[in-house]
């Protein structure tokens, strides 16, 4: 019996503002997952703490929404104790450029099988609109009253600096194209990151759904290469009148599980825990010495 | 008169001479010998130069802890033998290199005799400069008379993989230094090494080294860390049995992702853990409370090392006992465990997976440099492999996964607190469970009944933990009428004191501290309480005193990064006297 | 389970410009079949909600809200794009 969106809904409904990019979200991620192929039971979503971060809630699904910044790694651990599940990162910016950020980072390097998911509505909305790592320079809120001073933050750009195998961007706006695009990613084998850009309806009132679809255009259609990395490098630091969406890059490298040793016997979880063999007593007794 | 396998040596020099990988071997050529030893290491927090030695003492019965007095000093430079000349007893012996600029008299000093042998003469004529050190231990060896052949074994088995060349030239350089050395020195030495003949083997082990085995024997095959000292030789240990045993190991980007990546392979049901000192489990005391919140299993080493902040980073203290009973914000089930000795860390090892399966929530073994890092020879018995046993408690198997019928509640409310675990990958038992209070489905709820019943919940899990928890280990005879009071590593200078007083004192020593043992109170009946703990502040007093309404006596304390000795504690107990 | 427009509808237009996949459109003016109401798409839309208070007429509903009156009406919001001239129209 193939698996539906129907297989998907959940039973709380959402705690979103009407109109939030997170109804998008939501959707293009159950459609992906269909896509993909995948079941709710072989889909492990971790999440982070904020608005976004409630996704896991709102759908059936197995899910684990930990502390704020620290999705990437209980997602490592969860992934390395278990690779045949598939694993599935929803973090928004806060979550992932400022407390995260260092995981972001590592986990890039890494190259994890896992899908990286991060809500980007240059914005804190849980905590009431306080300006984010990815907020424009110059953004007013209620910590940057003069406007943001730092340089705007990347995930895509980071994500390609550090390593990541397959960056793409996507918009709330567009359902059909980010669902998408998460179903790519679910099926790459290795690090994918999509970034999702959404409007928050009630605490940022400069990048709305109408600012987005102003400067949204798509990189597939434009005629660019995804395995052509300095190329990718070049549109992952175009921003402002033109916002590049869909898959920046793509390769194939080892993936981290494939390289662990402890995982040659295969995961973790799934083997029989048992006391040691005579054979593996004998082993370690002659190590003692 | 001769004093037969009862005396202590000290190896001291600059870090980088090879103060630590002489005096193992040594320590292991006296084990091989059916001798007993214990040793503890000083060094630095630098890689080169500064001061640091090993001390290893060595008797014909078991040892729990080594002694201040010296009995033979091998200082490797002036300055190892300026500052621990004073270490040796009236009679003792000091081993030195002939070139190194000391004078005779000074060393020889109140009653000590001056050894120098010419070791790097030695050392370059049968082999090469860096030899050295093997020719000191050879000169040690000849002067206590003992057996060459338990040298020239280690030495063989240390140097193989050097080629034999290396071997032959190392075992040259040993044997001239051990005739030299007995020759001229050994007719009158007081104590002397005799092998025991027919003795059983047994093996020299380190805390750490303990603590891993038990947790490799009782099934965890994932350990996440952030090296810092004295916790570091954990993963290393499994990272050595990765493709062995299939552990995956996780040097991770820093102390938070480590504890995350463990509570996360546990939560997908892999055996897990993670290793630190103070300043990492800092870092990690968010993270303590999801998993508490969240009912994952984790076992958390907290090897304590001299605070507050960086600190003494390679010495010993047992300052962190109050901030690990109670980290992380709100209020969670948690079990620690402080082991005593090297079998206890074994022990300690595999039992900490079936109580963090069981309870479903966090356990910390709290241990320190000493144990970490101090060497003992253990019964083989003592690390018995075949009696490990595993117990996962409520871990849903899949017959009764298959069997479970409407929606999966993680969080279900069952009377004793401990709800029927199923780990993410099956189609009956899909579910979501949030850090924010939740329902027994694991969604957000901020409903004011749902939260009591869950806190309830929780909070019950520790209640039933008792019947898990072992009272305090009792030593030494009832009547005595000085109680010592220990936890974690001061067990084994406590049971000497013990020894030592011949009936005026007994040992009450605490492993199991959360919860709480509930009948510690009758341990302590009947005597003078004195808790002898290594901090400032007397934090195992503290809780002893508000769980039990126990006054105490006496707290001896020590807080400059070096443990206790049995001299110490006697002292401390006649100052009061 | 997406939001429904109703005979309720009044042309206001008002939900049409709040939606942010562009999933609503208003059925040409005059046309005897579809004239009367703006219509949801129900396979685009995400149950935002964004729509239903911006309503002067309160003439929008979640599909499992609507009135029995109106009963027909998740079905004729779906006929619009599969059978009338949906985004044609917009």
């Known amino acids: 019996m193939a698996v539906t969106v129907k297989d998907y809904a959940g039973s709380v409904?959402?705690?979103?503002?009407?109109?939030?990019?997170?109804?998008?979200?939501?959707?293009?991620?159950?459609?992906?997952?269909?896509?993909?192929?995948?079941?709710?039971?072989?889909?492990?979503?971790?999440?982070?703490?904020?608005?976004?971060?409630?996704?896991?809630?709102?759908?059936?699904?197995?899910?684990?929404?930990?502390?704020?910044?620290?999705?990437?790694?209980?997602?490592?651990?969860?992934?390395?104790?278990?690779?045949?599940?598939?694993?599935?990162?929803?973090?928004?910016?806060?979550?992932?450029?400022?407390?995260?950020?260092?995981?972001?980072?590592?986990?890039?390097?890494?190259?994890?099988?896992?899908?990286?998911?991060?809500?980007?509505?240059?914005?804190?909305?849980?905590?009431?609109?306080?300006?984010?790592?990815?907020?424009d320079r110059g953004f007013v809120t209620k910590t940057s009253p003069d406007g943001a001073i730092e340089q705007a933050a990347s995930p895509v750009a980071l994500a390609l600096t550090a390593g990541g195998t397959f960056v793409a961007r996507g918009f709330a706006g567009d359902v059909k194209g980010l669902a998408g695009l998460i179903a790519q990613a679910l099926e790459h084998k290795g690090y994918a990151l999509v970034e999702m850009l959404q409007p928050c309806v009630t605490f940022n009132r400069k990048n709305?759904?109408?600012?987005?679809?102003?400067?949204?255009?798509?990189?597939?259609?434009?005629?660019?290469?995804?395995?052509?990395?300095?190329?990718?490098?070049?549109?992952?630091?175009?921003?402002?009148?033109?916002?590049?969406?869909?898959?920046?890059?793509?390769?194939?490298?080892?993936?981290?599980?494939?390289?662990?040793?402890?995982?040659?016997?295969?995961?973790?979880?799934?083997?029989?825990?048992?006391?040691?063999?005579?054979?593996?007593?004998?082993?370690?007794?002659?190590?003692?010495? | 008169m001769r004093t037969i396998n009862n005396m202590t040596f000290k190896i001291a020099g600059a870090a980088g001479q090879g103060v630590e990988s002489s005096g193992a071997g040594f320590s292991e050529a006296l084990a091989q010998g059916g001798l007993h030893i214990f040793a503890v290491q000083d060094y630095m927090s630098r890689i080169r130069g500064g001061l640091n030695f090993f001390q290893v003492r060595v008797h014909e019965q078991p040892l729990y802890a080594h002694e201040d007095a010296v009995h033979i000093l091998l200082p490797l430079n002036e300055e190892a033998l300026e500052a621990y000349r004073?270490?040796?007893?009236?009679?003792?012996?000091?081993?030195?290199?002939?070139?190194?600029?000391?004078?005779?008299?000074?060393?020889?000093?109140?009653?000590?005799?001056?050894?120098?042998?010419?070791?790097?003469?030695?050392?370059?004529?049968?082999?090469?400069?860096?030899?050295?050190?093997?020719?000191?231990?050879?000169?040690?060896?000849?002067?206590?008379?003992?057996?060459?052949?338990?040298?020239?074994?280690?030495?063989?088995?240390?140097?193989?993989?050097?080629?034999?060349?290396?071997?032959?030239?190392?075992?040259?350089?040993?044997?001239?230094?051990?005739?030299?050395?007995?020759?001229?020195?050994?007719?009158?030495?007081?104590?002397?090494?005799?092998?025991?003949?027919?003795?059983?083997?047994?093996?020299?082990?380190?805390?750490?080294?303990?603590?891993?085995?038990?947790?490799?024997?009782?099934?965890?095959?994932?350990?996440?860390?952030?090296?810092?000292?004295?916790?570091?030789?954990?993963?290393?240990?499994?990272?050595?049995?990765?493709?062995?045993?299939?552990?995956?190991?996780?040097?991770?980007?820093?102390?938070?992702?480590?504890?995350?990546?463990?509570?996360?392979?546990?939560?997908?049901?892999?055996?897990?853990?993670?290793?630190?000192?103070?300043?990492?489990?800092?870092?990690?005391?968010?993270?303590?409370?999801?998993a508490g919140m969240n009912e994952v299993p984790l076992v958390l080493v907290e090897a304590q090392r001299g605070g507050p902040s960086t600190g003494l980073p390679t010495r010993t203290e047992q300052s962190d006992l109050l901030f690990v009973l109670h980290a992380s914000q709100g209020e969670f089930p948690r079990l620690v465990l402080a082991p005593g000795t090297i079998e206890e860390c074994f022990e300690v090892g595999w039992r900490?997976?079936?109580?963090?399966?069981?309870?479903?929530?966090?356990?910390?073994?709290?241990?320190?440099?000493?144990?970490?890092?101090?060497?003992?020879?253990?019964?083989?018995?003592?690390?018995?492999?075949?009696?490990?046993?595993?117990?996962?408690?409520?871990?849903?198997?899949?017959?009764?996964?298959?069997?479970?019928?409407?929606?999966?509640?993680?969080?279900?409310?069952?009377?004793?607190?401990?709800?029927?675990?199923?780990?993410?990958?099956?189609?009956?038992?899909?579910?979501?469970?949030?850090?924010?209070?939740?329902?027994?489905?694991?969604?957000?709820?901020?409903?004011?009944?749902?939260?009591?019943?869950?806190?309830q919940k929780r909070m019950t899990k520790l209640e039933t933990a008792r019947q898990d928890i072992e009272p305090p280990t009792r030593y030494g005879p009832e009547e005595a009428p000085t109680v010592l009071i220990g936890w974690g590593s001061t067990y084994g200078v406590l049971r000497e004191v013990v020894d030592r007083l011949g009936g005026e004192a007994r040992l009450v020593h605490f492993c199991d501290l959360w919860p709480f043992p509930a009948d510690a109170a009758e341990a302590l009946q009947g005597g003078r309480l004195v808790v002898v703990e290594n901090n400032y502040t007397g934090q195992f007093k503290q809780l002893l005193q508000s769980e039990t309404c126990i006054q105490v006596d006496q707290v001896i304390s020590r807080y400059d990064g070096r443990p206790f000795s049995p001299e110490d504690v006697l002292a401390s107990l006649k100052e009061v006297d | 389970m997406p939001y429904v427009i109703t005979e309720l509808c009044a042309r206001d237009g008002a939900c049409a410009e709040v939606c942010p996949v562009e999933c609503i459109v208003a059925g040409p003016e005059g046309d005897a079949e579809w004239g009367m109401a703006y219509f949801i798409d129900p396979d685009t839309c995400i149950d935002c909600g964004a729509c239903e208070p911006e309503c002067p007429e309160n003439a929008i509903f979640p599909d499992d809200e609507v009135p029995d009156e109106y009963a027909d009406w998740p079905a004729k919001n779906a006929a619009f794009f599969t059978e009338g001239p949906g985004y044609d129209a917009a």
Not at chain 1, 88 to 116: K, W
Not at chain 2, 95 to 107: F, H, N, T
Not at chain 2, 381 to 398: E, M, Q, S, Y
Not at chain 2, 401 to 425: M, N, Q, T
């Open chain 2, 86 to 290: 004073d270490d040796v007893v009236k009679g003792g012996g000091i081993i030195y290199d002939e070139g190194l600029k000391v004078d005779p008299q000074a060393a020889a000093s109140r009653g000590r005799r001056a050894m120098p042998v010419p070791l790097l003469d030695i050392a370059k004529e049968h082999g090469e400069r860096v030899m050295a050190n093997t020719a000191a231990l050879g000169a040690a060896a000849g002067v206590v008379g003992y057996s060459y052949e338990r040298l020239a074994d280690v030495i063989r088995k240390n140097f193989r993989s050097k080629g034999d060349d290396v071997v032959a030239a190392n075992l040259r350089v040993a044997r001239g230094a051990y005739l030299y050395a007995e020759e001229r020195y050994a007719a009158d030495f007081e104590w002397k090494l005799k092998q025991v003949d027919g003795a059983p083997h047994r093996y020299v082990m380190s805390g750490n080294q303990a603590l891993a085995l038990g947790a490799l024997a009782g099934g965890c095959r994932f350990i996440s860390a952030y090296p810092m000292t004295p916790a570091t030789s954990i993963i290393e240990w499994m990272a050595k049995h990765e493709h062995s045993f299939g552990v995956v190991t996780k040097h991770a980007e820093d102390e938070i992702a480590a504890i995350n990546m463990a509570i996360g392979a546990n939560f997908v049901g892999a055996r897990a853990m993670t290793a630190t000192s103070g300043g990492g489990f800092a870092l990690m005391s968010e993270a303590l409370g999801l």
């Open chain 2, 352 to 455: 900490s997976f079936n109580l963090a399966e069981k309870y479903q929530t966090p356990v910390i073994v709290l241990s320190d440099e000493l144990l970490a890092a101090s060497l003992r020879t253990v019964e083989v018995d003592a690390v018995d492999l075949h009696k490990v046993v595993i117990d996962r408690g409520k871990l849903l198997t899949n017959q009764e996964l298959d069997a479970l019928e409407g929606e999966y509640k993680r969080h279900r409310f069952v009377e004793d607190g401990i709800s029927p675990r199923a780990v993410p990958g099956h189609p009956n038992a899909v579910y979501a469970t949030a850090s924010d209070e939740h329902d027994e489905f694991g969604h957000i709820c901020e409903d004011q009944e749902n939260r009591v019943k869950m806190m």
């Open chain 1, 13 to 135: 409904k959402p705690t979103w503002c009407p109109g939030c990019g997170d109804y998008g979200i939501l959707a293009a991620v159950k459609q992906g997952l269909v896509q993909a192929g995948l079941a709710p039971h072989q889909v492990l979503m971790v999440s982070g703490i904020g608005c976004g971060s409630k996704l896991p809630d709102y759908a059936t699904v197995n899910g684990f929404m930990t502390l704020h910044g620290r999705p990437l790694p209980v997602a490592t651990g969860a992934k390395l104790g278990n690779h045949s599940l598939k694993v599935v990162t929803v973090h928004g910016d806060g979550d992932s450029m400022g407390l995260g950020m260092g995981h972001f980072i590592h986990t890039a390097r890494r190259n994890l099988d896992i899908v990286d998911l991060i809500q980007n509505n240059q914005i804190y909305g849980l905590t009431k609109g306080q300006y984010s790592p990815t907020s």
């Open chain 1, 208 to 289: 709305t759904y109408d600012w987005y679809r102003e400067r949204v255009y798509n990189l597939q259609e434009d005629g660019h290469d995804p395995s052509d990395q300095v190329a990718a490098f070049a549109k992952a630091l175009e921003w402002g009148d033109r916002i590049p969406l869909g898959v920046f890059y793509q390769t194939r490298r080892p993936t981290y599980e494939e390289q662990v040793a402890g995982l040659e016997q295969g995961p973790v979880a799934t083997r029989e825990l048992k006391p040691l063999t005579a054979d593996e007593v004998e082993r370690l007794r002659a190590e003692l010495g």
